[in-house]
Structures are given as C-alpha cells and as structure tokens.
C-alpha cells in the first residue's frame, strides 16, 4: 500500500511539473488545495491507465519497438497521456492535454520527473 501510495505522489509530482512547463497541458480550478487534490485523482487515473492499458498496447506494437529501437515509446506514452486527458474530462476533472505534440513532450516531461522522483522516495511495502 506505501508503494501504491509514494508512486501515486511521484506521478501528481511528474504531472504538477508537466503542467507546469507545458502552456497546452491545463489544470484549472479554484484554490491550490482544489487544485492538488485534482491531481492526485488525475495521478491515480494515469496510474490505471498505465497499469491496465500500456501493457496491451506495448503488446500489440512490438514490432514498432523493435524497428524504433524503443522510440515507438514516446508514442505509447503520450497516447496514454491523452487517454487520461479523456477519462479526466469524461469524470469531469479540470485536466486538459492539448494536442498530440503536446502530449508527446508532456509524456517525455512526466517520464523523466516520474523516474527522478522514485529513485529518491521510498519504495519498500
């Protein structure tokens, strides 16, 4: 459950910092606190979007993989992040990626924020 916990904080880190660099990834909302809790539930659904849909679609393109030499993965990533951006607007959450670039330079900026953050927070259960 910790590890659950520390990576979902790493992920609304990642996100936060995203949204932060990229004008065309918006959170809005009122209060810093409405604001925080919304990214912690948009880190949870991208969360379940990586737990339960990037593993069929790693599958399913590993022959791209193999021909990128693993580049094919920013793709993957920022399909993932779009996918949240809908799921977050079908529950109606004030998360918002404009546009595949974006997306693709927002999954570049949450990749490398992500793993930055896991090596230094605790990772034992």
Do not use: R
Request: no cysteine.
């Amino acid at each position: 459950m910790k590890n659950f916990l520390v990576k979902t904080i790493a992920n609304a880190g990642a996100l936060a910092v995203a949204v932060w660099l990229l004008d065309k990834i918006t959170l809005t909302g009122g209060s810093t606190g409405e604001k925080a809790a919304t990214l912690i539930v948009v880190a949870l659904v991208f969360g379940l979007v990586n737990m339960l849909v990037k593993p069929v679609v790693q599958v399913l393109t590993f022959p791209l993989f193999i021909l990128t030499l693993g580049l094919f993965t920013l793709v993957v990533n920022a399909l993932m992040l779009l996918l949240t951006s809908w799921v977050a607007d079908k529950v109606d959450l004030s998360f918002h990626v404009d546009g595949f670039w974006t997306a693709v330079l927002g999954g570049l900026i949450i990749s490398v924020v992500s793993w930055a953050l896991n090596a230094f927070l605790p990772d034992k259960d």
